[in-house]
């Protein structure tokens, strides 16, 4: 199994501020990152896939970079809306796997 | 809309059965392969398994972890999957959802069902 390695586990941030977020696969994965944005009680919604085209609908403050095995998720200026946990996954095979998740919190 | 309905869970003691549903509805279903993950706090997220569409042949693949006690099947007249969960243990308690990706009028979607609760407990 691919094994994804997210990064940091939970993030204190101002509103406002520049968030970073970085996956790292075990394996070559070529562009198949999802990242995901999941609120307390609510099914993850997703928000970049082939690690940098965003989802219709995701504001253009979200972007995606990265190929291979390291990625990252930027948040360029981060809204109170933004508190949630994200996820990365990789879909290039079965089973599919995704990361620990980083719990964003406001400072 | 494009979207996915949830019914089935609950709470069932080791050893016993479930059966969740995924209703879709505003997308081809027939021709869409359908997904199952799940959730739980000690795990995070899981791929339970996937089920392909007729039309690329129809077969299933699975978790390690459920394989040969989950059988995922669909009625593509209802526009149903089911996850059949056999021989249920409390390492499979979470919230199980159902996903898909699919494009409709050149746009792509990527509904969730709303989950449901699995609680394996003596």
């Known amino acids: 199994d691919i094994q994804m390695t997210q990064s940091p586990s939970s993030l204190s941030a101002s509103i406002g501020d520049r968030v970073t977020i970085t996956c790292q696969a075990s394996?070559?994965?070529?562009?198949?990152l999802n990242w995901y944005q999941q609120k307390p009680g609510k099914a993850p919604k997703l928000l970049i896939y082939?690690?940098?085209i965003l989802e219709g609908g995701t504001p253009s403050r979200f972007g995606g970079s990265g190929s291979g095995t390291h990625f990252t998720f930027t948040i360029s200026s981060l809204q109170p809306e933004d508190l949630a946990t994200y996820y990365c996954?990789?879909?290039?095979?079965?089973?599919?796997?995704f990361g620990q998740g980083t719990r964003l919190e406001m400072k | 809309e494009v979207q996915l309905v949830q019914s089935g869970g609950g709470l069932v003691k080791p050893g016993g059965s479930l059966r969740l549903s995924c209703v879709a509805s505003?997308?081809?279903?027939?021709?869409?392969?359908m997904t199952w993950f799940r959730q739980s706090p000690e795990k995070g997220l899981e791929w339970v398994g996937r089920?392909?569409?007729?039309?690329?042949?129809?077969?299933?693949d699975y978790a390690a972890a459920v394989r040969g006690r989950f059988i995922i099947s669909r009625d593509d007249s209802t526009n149903t999957m089911y996850l059949q969960m056999n021989s249920l243990t409390p390492d499979d308690t979470g919230v199980y959802y159902c996903?898909?990706?699919?494009?409709?009028?050149?746009?792509?979607?990527?509904?969730w069902g709303q989950g449901t609760q699995v609680t394996v407990s003596s």
């Open positions: 996903t898909t990706r699919v494009l409709v009028r050149g746009n792509w979607f990527d509904p």
């Open positions: 505003g997308f081809p279903f027939a021709s869409t392969w």
């Open positions: 089920l392909k569409s007729k039309t690329s042949g129809g077969a299933a």
């Open positions: 394996q070559d994965i070529r562009n198949y």
């Open positions: 082939d690690a940098s």
């Open positions: 996954q990789q879909y290039d095979n079965v089973p599919i796997t």
